[in-house]
Nanobody, 124 residues
Framework: QVQLVESGGGLVQAGDSLRLSCVAS????????MGWFRQPPNKEREFVAALSWNGGSTWYADSVKGRFSISTDNAKNTVYLQMNSTKREDTAVYYC?????????????????WGQGTQVTVSS
């Protein structure tokens, strides 16, 4: 059974840094791209960042470009999201997922096996 477990969320002050982790079990996703999405309160899920399977290409939402960084440790089947210079508008539940379908890197419909998410709350 495939399982994705996100962790590392919490309550931080604006400007602080946070690193989210996502561990995959039950299957290796080293040959898939990985993505992070988030769902702010009362809003739709939105794209945050993605990384190609070999780490050669990355994609970022304009709202996080220059502040967030995605990386993977294939040996640990783990993907990370380093969040720097956090803002109140980064408050959301953050999800990771492997890109298991052909399609846009920034569309959630291209991703499968969603985890339960980890809550990030940024206070001002």
């Amino acid at each position: 059974q495939v399982q994705l477990v996100e962790s590392g969320g919490g309550l931080v002050q604006a400007g602080d840094s946070l690193r989210l982790s996502c561990v995959a079990s039950g299957r290796t996703f080293s040959s898939y791209g990985m993505g992070w999405f988030r769902q702010p309160p009362n809003k739709e899920r939105e794209f945050v960042a993605a990384l190609s399977w070999n780490g050669g290409s990355t994609w970022y939402a304009d709202s996080v470009k220059g502040r967030f960084s995605i990386s993977t440790d294939n040996a640990k089947n783990t993907v990370y999201l380093q969040m720097n210079s956090t803002k109140r508008e980064d408050t959301a539940v953050y999800y990771c997922a492997p890109k298991t379908y052909i399609g846009s890197w920034i569309s959630s419909t291209s991703y499968g096996y969603w985890g339960q998410g980890t809550q990030v709350t940024v206070s001002s």
